[in-house]
């Protein structure tokens, strides 16, 4: 109860600017990646360049190819992963600005990305439920 009580007293004190750089610090790959999101889901609401068909469709199809090939899906996805949090903070705010723009004009992309992630979730879903019943 006592932790509650912490988190309702730090809501009524507010943040601190040093607190929010700390915080953008540790989470930089994160805080573009949700940026970038919130970014290409109005591009596409607004129809600025492709709009939201197109978006589902490609997240559609990224979901059926990571279904059908998980495991070639979830070694690139942790390549990938791998290869920017390696990477300086420099390096990661350039990818991060790079998925903005991304974001931005061609969202589709994004959306593509959140069907491979999906289609490898049910994966590991999957694997982990049926490995628990046994």
């Known amino acids: 109860m006592a932790k ?5 007293d730090k809501i009524k004190e507010g943040v601190s600017v ?3 750089e700390d915080f ?3 989470y930089t790959n994160e805080m573009f990646l949700v940026l970038a999101f919130v ?18 469709v490609c997240a559609t199809i990224g979901a059926i190819v990571a279904l059908l090939m998980p495991e ?12 920017i949090h390696k990477k300086d903070k420099t390096t ?15 969202p589709f992309i994004l959306f593509a990305g959140i069907g491979l992630q999906c289609g490898i979730g049910f994966h590991t879903i999957e694997s982990s439920s049926t490995s628990s019943e046994k």
């Open 4 to 8: 509650k009580d912490n988190f309702s």
């Open 39 to 56: 970014i290409a889901c109005i591009s596409s609401i607004f129809d600025f360049f492709t709009g939201p068909t197109f978006s589902i």
């Open 18 to 20: 040093q607190e929010i």
């Open 92 to 106: 990661q705010i350039v990818v991060g600005i790079v998925r903005i723009v991304i974001a931005i004009f061609l």
């Open 24 to 26: 953008a610090k540790k």
């Open 72 to 83: 070639r899906i979830r070694e690139i996805a942790e390549k990938i992963s791998g290869f």
